[in-house]
């Protein structure tokens, strides 16, 4: 079960919801502060955190590695230290965050014959370094945005919802494995700014918050301020996938959700997402899935 939580302080608020699962904590939490500045926090647990960075801009000093990382939302990395101590600036009012704690003794075991980056990590832990998976930050991708969206808003309780977290938890960690070991050995970045990367997540939110009524190329790139050439290759380089693959997977997401947490049917949810029969709906649904959208409403 879900642990809800919203805390107001002068400083602002933080809306969280808490789930736990075989020892393993996972968080998602949306802060909002009154202004910009910066607040420190600390922590003796021993786990292994999985952070994902998922809206806002901030920067935040590492005591245990004594680095400091400029981040804006879109990332994610994984992290150990004996103790955990940090300074979080906030650039931007309102950040939004998703973490996985993981028992140190269970994360070495999930990752026993695992890549060779996870267990060169395993063995500095076990060593009892402070040490973080990737040189870079991963990129946000489609399968990672996914299964984020699929714990916040799942109706599964009991045992099955026990099952089906820890799968989701072993899941994200593998990707986000994969994601940072891939940005630590690609070539030289195409996106090298600061601002082009934010217009890029700019690019991506619209497209989010617009999933219903997706605007077209032209509209993105004179909305964000980027040439469609530079949108085009920078959001395949930061987003593992294009512009129409990105939108197609964010509607089949929605349509799932529609699926399972409603009772509107497919030609409703068709129409809903902006295809043009329910036929098309129903191909695209079958593509990405593998089943009809009816097999899912009669399989919840």
Not at 64 to 91: T, W
Not at 142 to 157: D, F, G, K, M, W
Not at 275 to 291: I, S
């Amino acid at each position: 079960m879900a642990q809800q939580s919203n805390i107001t302080t002068p400083q602002g608020t933080r809306q969280s919801t808490i789930w736990t699962c075989n020892g393993i904590r996972l968080g998602h939490a949306i802060s909002t502060a009154t202004s910009l500045g910066s607040a420190a926090s600390s922590g003796t647990a021993d786990v292994v955190r999985v952070h994902f960075g998922l809206k806002g801009d901030y920067r935040f000093y590492y005591k245990q590695l004594d680095r400091a990382y400029d981040l804006i939302g879109g990332h994610h990395n994984i992290m150990y230290s004996p103790q955990f101590d940090m300074v979080v600036e906030n650039k931007t009012l309102e950040i939004e965050t998703f973490g996985i704690q993981f028992p140190t003794d269970q994360f070495i075991q999930y990752t026993q014959g695992a890549s060779d980056t996870l267990q060169r990590f395993a063995d500095d832990i076990l060593s009892g370094k402070s040490v973080m998976l990737g040189r870079e930050w991963g990129a946000m991708t489609p399968a990672i945005e996914l299964a984020i969206q699929q714990v916040r808003h799942s109706n599964y309780t009991g045992d099955t919802e026990q099952v089906f977290l820890l799968s989701k938890s072993i899941e994200l960690l593998v990707l986000s494995a994969e994601a940072c070991t891939a940005a630590s050995t690609r070539a030289e970045p195409f996106i090298r700014t600061k601002a082009d990367k934010e217009k890029l997540i700019a690019a991506r939110d619209l497209i989010n918050e617009r999933v219903t009524t997706p605007p077209n190329l032209s509209e993105i790139t004179r909305i964000v301020g980027l040439n469609e050439y530079k949108l085009k290759r920078g959001f395949k380089e930061t987003f593992h996938t294009t512009v129409f693959g990105y939108l197609t997977e964010q509607r089949m997401h929605l349509a799932h959700r529609y699926l399972t947490d409603t009772r509107k049917t497919a030609a409703e949810i068709s129409a809903d997402l902006g295809y043009a029969t329910p036929q098309h709906f129903n191909n695209a649904f079958r593509k990405r899935f593998g089943v009809t959208p009816a097999a899912i409403r009669n399989n919840p």
